[in-house]
């Protein structure tokens, strides 16, 4: 069954550094989204991506955040500048429609800020 | 800004025993998705309903949407073990952009006892 991964699975860096996290959605959606997940708390939409371009962020994804599709398959979150408050679950999701499609989400990035 | 309200946060029960958990939003949107995330892990998808007065049905799981009350349930029936882990709503931010994000609820962390 196709599923979304996402690479590494575990990040920890310096508060500062920039980072790159890495998902490949399944091979026939067309739409692609990150989320967030705090330890305990709940799951944070920050972008969604069609087309080759933002379709919606949310507060949280300012300018240190930015998304990228590189080539056909892999579908980038970038942080420039990473804060203590960044760390947490990095989820990739993908869905084949919009709206009425179901979000299949990767496995997760745990990203841990030093 | 949406909204979502899961309660309960925290269901401990027991085995054979019926419960629903509920999820109401504050929006007009009539898509609502309901995830199950085990501890460490990503988020499965269980039901997508898609229009007021849907009712899903898999298992011992069983999901309804009122769009009117802007409520949705999901009931749990005969519960057993496995059926232990937290349980998210979540409901299509429609912002009409073409790939939309997700709002979820703080999830119901449920705790099936023998």
């Known amino acids: 069954e196709p599923e979304v991964t996402q690479t590494p699975s575990h990040q920890v860096t310096q508060m500062g550094q920039e980072v790159i996290l890495r998902c490949v959605p399944i091979s026939n959606h067309l739409y692609f989204y990150w989320y967030r997940q705090i330890l305990g708390q709940k799951v944070e939409f920050l972008v969604s991506?069609?087309?080759?371009?933002?379709?919606?962020k949310s507060e949280i994804f300012d300018d240190q955040f930015s998304v990228e599709r590189p080539d056909g398959s892999n579908f980038t979150l970038k942080i420039r500048s990473t804060k203590l408050e960044d760390s947490a679950m990095y989820f990739c999701a993908s869905s084949e429609a919009w709206g009425t499609d179901t979000q299949y989400f990767g496995p997760g990035t745990r990203l841990t800020v030093l | 800004e949406l909204k979502v309200e899961q309660n309960p946060l925290f269901l401990s029960m027991q085995e054979g025993k019926n419960y629903t958990i509920y999820c109401n939003y504050s929006t007009t949107s009539d898509r609502l998705y309901w995830y199950r995330q085990d501890p460490g892990k990503s988020l499965e998808s269980l039901f997508v309903l898609l229009s007021n007065g849907a009712v899903k049905q898999e298992g011992r799981l069983m999901a309804s949407l009122d769009t009117k009350a802007r409520l949705s349930t999901l009931h749990i029936t005969a519960a057993v073990h496995d059926l232990s882990a937290t349980y998210f709503c979540?409901?299509?931010?429609?912002?009409?952009?073409?790939?939309?994000?997700?709002?979820f609820g703080k999830g119901t962390h449920l705790i099936i006892q023998p």
């Open positions: 979540a409901v299509d931010n429609y912002s009409g952009g073409g790939a939309d994000g997700l709002t």
């Open positions: 991506f069609y087309n080759n371009e933002i379709s919606e």
